[in-house]
């Protein structure tokens, strides 16, 4: 049996939900949204942590579960303080539980963590051998200038793990580089070349070519842009090197933005440890959630 935990109509654990369908994996939904509906009991035996989850009547020993994916957000509010407290709880716990769980967890929320500090994360990418773009943390107005200057080309983004849109410098977002004295944030060398999303499942690559005029196209559409998804294959080293990475950081199932320059070399931006894969998925048609249901039942591994 596998078990899903985030919010109930994620398309994420939607699709690996229809997956462990076709697959007749058995499974079970722990929905946050209704937490305070969930009993999780848990001890402590010797080295091991047992217990139960119960949702919806259905009782599940933890023992029997062969692997969790895990998508948590923030438990949701109601004006029900004990409803609100006793989430509250079932977030916690059953993420520390994760963390030291003796099963795959997909992913465990200590290495999600490494994707909440943009600079630290990028020391380790370097470390696995990608080239990172030049890059320049500052609260600086002056220092910001000063790269802008040499580099021509500067995009800006936040250097924490909330997501924020990737922007180009110019004239305009200059006259607000005031602002930095309140808030240190990322600048780097506009690299040029095509986006790669890729995501590595286990062992598994699934790469995502994309296309667009955007400097970030995820929001291509809110400049009046498109995006062209189309499914393509790394070189042999490329991929490789994705494997490992992902296998550093400790996560089953990322998501690694790459930039191939005209030159066929590659540089990669980040990694992300909760990848909304659904979006490449329904423009490319790779199994992702189905590589992600076999995975964590232990099919994939």
């Not at 099963?103 to 290495?111: F, G, I, T, W, Y």
């Amino acid at each position: 049996m596998i078990a899903l935990f985030g919010y109930g109509g994620d398309q994420c654990l939607d699709l690996v939900s229809d997956a462990a369908r076709e697959l007749d994996v058995p499974l079970l939904l722990i929905d946050q949204r209704l937490g305070a509906d969930v009993e999780f009991v848990l001890s402590v035996a010797g080295d091991r942590a047992i217990g139960t989850v119960t949702v919806a009547g259905q009782k599940c020993r933890l023992d029997d579960l062969d692997g969790v994916y895990a998508r948590p957000l923030s438990p949701v509010r109601t004006t029900d303080p004990r409803g609100n407290e006793r989430s509250l709880m079932l977030h916690r716990a059953f993420l520390e539980w994760l963390d030291v769980a003796d099963l795959l967890v997909v992913n465990r929320p200590a290495a999600m963590l490494s994707n909440a500090s943009k600079p630290f994360q990028a020391q380790l990418i370097a470390a696995a051998g990608f080239t990172v773009p030049t890059t320049l943390i500052t609260n600086d107005p002056a220092e910001a200038r000063a790269f802008w200057n040499l580099h021509g080309e500067v995009i800006f983004k936040s250097i924490s793990g909330v997501r924020s849109i990737v922007r180009r410098l110019d004239e305009s977002a200059a006259g607000r580089l005031g602002r930095l004295r309140d808030l240190p944030t990322q600048f780097q060398e506009l690299v040029r070349g095509i986006d790669v999303r890729v995501h590595v499942v286990g062992e598994q690559v699934f790469a995502t070519e994309v296309r667009s005029a955007a400097v970030d196209y995820r929001y291509a559409r809110r400049d009046g842009l498109n995006a062209e998804l189309a499914e393509v294959t790394l070189p042999g080293d490329i991929g490789r090197r994705c494997v490992d990475l992902a296998a550093a950081l400790n996560l089953p199932l990322c998501g690694i933005d790459l930039r191939r320059r005209p030159d066929g070399t590659y540089v990669c931006f980040e990694v992300n440890p909760m990848p909304g894969f659904t979006y490449y998925e329904s423009h490319t048609g790779q199994p992702i959630s189905r590589a992600v249901c076999e995975l964590i039942a232990g099919k994939g591994r």
